[in-house]
């Protein structure tokens, strides 16, 4: 067995019950104002601009890459990327320094990984990552792109136009073939579109009023029946907890003095946001993770909420 999956199979996601964790958190009187309503957010278009450049500049400081590691769990927690054919086309949304674009390709020779940041230099450090691995037939199947995906979209070429015509007619004439076996011709010719889109701890670093429009974006460069994989910071996650007051910019969501901003997730609102978007739910659930503080011996409780999402193959309404 190779390191790389001896190291996956070590990773364990249950050493805590979240909703005793819940009950201990909503009881201390300390930690009462992560609760509190939070008045109505300020022109978010500002806020999104800020976002982008506050985020440019931590990648910038942390150019090492040594702040990241490589997310070798992935391929444990999403098996499918090791399963899938030859082809097999991958869009890794926020890809930073390359931690998780590296393992994807490691894990399987077959894929080929589209990754987006929106940041070019954030993206000339994800290439040195990559390559620094010395792994043969990896540079070749990776093919980083800047685009903020959230402001402006996915470039056209990761789709055809007639898709993006039709997602955006889904609400007014098509509807979900979820409950059939899905043999029924569809109106949809991809002849582009992704087989996976891996979103991970990305989503949260958004303002919150701009993740609908970010996951219809995911949507609609998914090929029928294709996956989008899912893993972002859960409610009551230690880092949640650490945030003061005054730091709060909205109701579970924080700025950091660096001016980069994260939003706590509960399941309640991964289903809605995704479920909403077009998305099939097929797996949700939060994963809690007890670790120990080397340096002073604390345990740390961690929480991410982890999900997949299956496309809708979408049919047009008969009008016999």
């Known amino acids: 067995m190779s390191v790389l999956v001896t190291e996956a199979s070590e ?24 609760l509190l309503p939070f008045p109505s957010p300020q022109q978010e278009e500002q806020h999104s601009r800020d976002s ?4 440019q ?6 150019s090492s890459g040594k702040f990241f590691k490589e997310r070798r769990y992935l391929l444990k927690e999403f098996p499918e990327l090791v399963s899938c054919e030859d082809g097999c086309k991958v869009l890794e949304v926020g890809c930073g320094n390359g931690s998780t674009a590296l393992p994807i390709l490691r894990g399987n020779e077959k894929i080929i990984l589209y990754a987006c940041d929106c940041s070019n230099e954030t993206l000339e450090r994800a290439k040195e990552f990559v390559a620094a691995s010395n792994v043969v037939s990896v540079e070749h199947r990776f093919h980083p792109f800047c685009c903020d995906f959230v402001t402006t979209g996915f470039p056209k070429w990761l789709t055809c136009d007639y898709c ?3 997602f955006a ?9 979820v409950r059939e076996k899905r043999t029924h ?7 582009g579109g992704v087989d996976f889109i891996t979103l991970i701890f990305t989503l949260s670093a958004v303002p919150l009023q701009t993740m609908p429009t970010a996951i219809r974006e995911c949507f609609s460069v998914l090929k029928p029946g294709g996956l989008l994989l899912f893993r972002d910071y ?14 709060r910019v909205g109701f579970r969501e924080y700025m950091r003095s660096d001016g980069t901003r994260s939003y706590f997730f509960s399941l309640d609102v991964v289903r ?29 409780r961690r929480v991410w909420v982890h999900a997949y999402g299956d496309r809708f193959l979408l049919i047009r309404i008969s009008t016999d």
Request: charged share 25%; proline share 2%.
């Open 57 to 62: 500049n931590f990648h910038i400081q942390h």
């Open 11 to 34: 990773y364990h996601s249950k050493d805590f019950n979240w909703e005793t964790l819940r009950q201990e958190i909503e009881n201390d009187p300390s930690l009462n104002y992560h």
């Open 164 to 166: 993006r015509e039709m």
């Open 52 to 55: 982008i450049k506050a985020w």
């Open 272 to 300: 809605n946001l995704f479920i909403c978007a077009g998305f099939i739910e097929l797996e949700i659930e939060y994963c809690c993770v007890k670790s120990v503080n080397r340096q002073n011996g604390k345990s740390m």
């Open 185 to 191: 011709e569809t109106d949809i010719c991809c002849v």
């Open 234 to 247: 859960g409610l009551y996650d230690m880092t949640m907890l650490r945030f003061e007051p005054e730091q």
């Open 169 to 177: 007619l889904k609400g007014q004439n098509y509807l979900s073939d």
